[in-house]
């Protein structure tokens, strides 16, 4: 185990804290942001942005169909022996399938192009 050099090391090291850096900064953005976007008379729900991520598809823009009311169905399938089925995605109709949605708070603002 001695074919580790102290460069590698230090690269591990560099690269775990850009890692933990860029998983915390969302969180202390949000945390600053919430109190800093009021102050500077901002939008607090999208700082201005006039876009938020869409609650329905979690900002994915596609919402899998079916769900827990039809899962014994596919638990029927799968029993035979259907297991190539996928699950069906359709298109998000919140947010036309972009997965953002336009700020509430800001669109009653927004004139539309
Ligand atoms: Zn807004
Ligand atoms: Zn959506």
Same mark, same amino acid.
């Given at each position: 185990m001695d074919n580790i050099t102290a460069s590698e090391i230090a690269g591990f090291g560099v690269g775990t804290l850009l890692l933990c850096a860029t998983i915390a900064a969302p969180k202390v953005d949000a945390l600053i942001s919430a109190s800093q976007r009021s102050s500077l008379g901002? /939008?607090?729900? /999208?700082g201005d942005l006039r876009m938020i991520a869409c609650s329905k598809c979690k900002g994915i823009g596609l919402i899998r169909k079916g769900g827990f009311s039809v899962s014994f169905i596919n638990d029927f399938f799968d029993s035979l022996g259907?297991?190539?089925r996928t699950m069906p995605s359709i298109p998000c109709i919140s947010c036309q399938s972009k997965g953002r949605i336009q700020c509430p708070n800001c669109s009653s603002s927004i004139q539309l192009k």
């Open positions: 901002m /939008c607090r729900k /999208c259907d297991s190539n």
